[in-house]
């Protein structure tokens, strides 16, 4: 009688445990993921299911990934904006640049010396404004003081944006149009963190964050991220999430240390 004996070669040694490192940063990376997704979660559960300038700000905040993993952040971004008539007019003020190169006849810099406008007053142009402007909430009495101030001079204005090129539309339908309109989130996260003149206090950040600290163990522990975790310790890639360049990381450090000053 003979016997065959059939050899089965498992994975090489010297491979695995060359390959050890990218498996453990992975199950690192997993379980980072998974707290900084509820953190978010846990930020935007506080605001609560508010419209206007909070809805805007609401649908801002995201987490994010180092490129090369083992660093979060989750931010509101300004990146996620809506169009600009969709800003409450009630309780917004835009902030225009002083324009770029292509503002040869000096349109956008009319309008920054007149800065801050409230949105439903602004005169609309046949073409964008060439600029980048910041629009931030603000309770509405400041905003109707700026629109009486606007209104005063407004006429002025035109003739001066008329001069210098700009074809003014002023057909009540008319939509403003500006190359880069971006909600200023961060000063909106400070204003409800800290309390807002004409606005309830929110604290968000500060509660989700001892949230974290509390329950981030038992998020990294659910059914869900546990299977993750085991995949990347066989070897898996995680999936792709969005990510952040280094100097987007540096600037969200500035933010941070900048923003409860």
């Given at each position: ?5 059939h050899k089965?070669?498992?994975p090489?040694?010297r491979e695995l ?9 992975n199950?690192a990376t ?8 509820q953190?978010a ?12 300038w ?5 649908n ?17 971004l ?14 917004s003020?835009l902030f225009?640049g002083s324009g770029?190169?292509?503002?040869t ?12 406008w409230p949105?439903?007053?602004i005169?609309?142009?046949?073409a964008?404004?060439p ?5 931030q ?11 009486e101030?606007r209104?005063r001079?407004?006429?002025g ?15 009540p339908?008319?939509l ?13 996260a400070k204003?409800?963190e ?11 950040w500060?509660?989700?964050l ?6 981030g ?8 991220v546990?299977?993750?975790v ?6 898996k890639e995680?999936?792709?999430?969005a990510t ?7 600037e ?10």
């Amino acid at each position: 009688m003979r016997i065959r004996i059939h050899k089965t070669h498992g994975p090489d040694l010297r491979e695995l445990l060359a390959d050890i490192p990218r498996r453990v940063k992975n199950t690192a990376t997993e379980v980072g993921r998974a707290v900084s997704a509820q953190t978010a979660i846990e930020v935007q559960r506080r605001l609560g299911g508010r419209g206007g300038w909070i809805r805007v700000y609401y649908n801002s905040i995201i987490y994010l990934e180092g490129v090369n993993g083992g660093e979060w952040a989750i931010a509101g971004l300004n990146e996620t904006r809506p169009d600009l008539f969709e800003y409450p007019a009630e309780n917004s003020l835009l902030f225009f640049g002083s324009g770029n190169e292509s503002d040869t006849g000096g349109i956008s810099s009319i309008m920054a010396n007149e800065n801050p406008w409230p949105i439903d007053i602004i005169p609309a142009l046949k073409a964008p404004y060439p600029t980048t402007a910041i629009v931030q909430m603000h309770d509405p009495g400041t905003v109707e003081t700026y629109r009486e101030a606007r209104l005063r001079n407004l006429a002025g204005v035109i003739e001066m944006l008329q001069a210098a090129g700009g074809q003014v539309d002023l057909a009540p339908e008319a939509l403003v149009y500006i190359d880069r309109v971006y909600a200023d989130i961060a000063y909106m996260a400070k204003r409800l963190e800290l309390g807002f003149h004409g606005y309830p206090r929110i604290p968000h950040w500060g509660p989700a964050l001892s949230k974290a600290a509390a329950s981030g163990e038992q998020w990294a522990s659910t059914p869900a991220v546990l299977r993750l975790v085991e995949n990347a310790v066989k070897g898996k890639e995680p999936g792709k999430v969005a990510t952040m360049t280094p100097a987007r990381s540096a600037e969200l450090a500035r933010i941070r240390e900048a923003s409860w000053s």
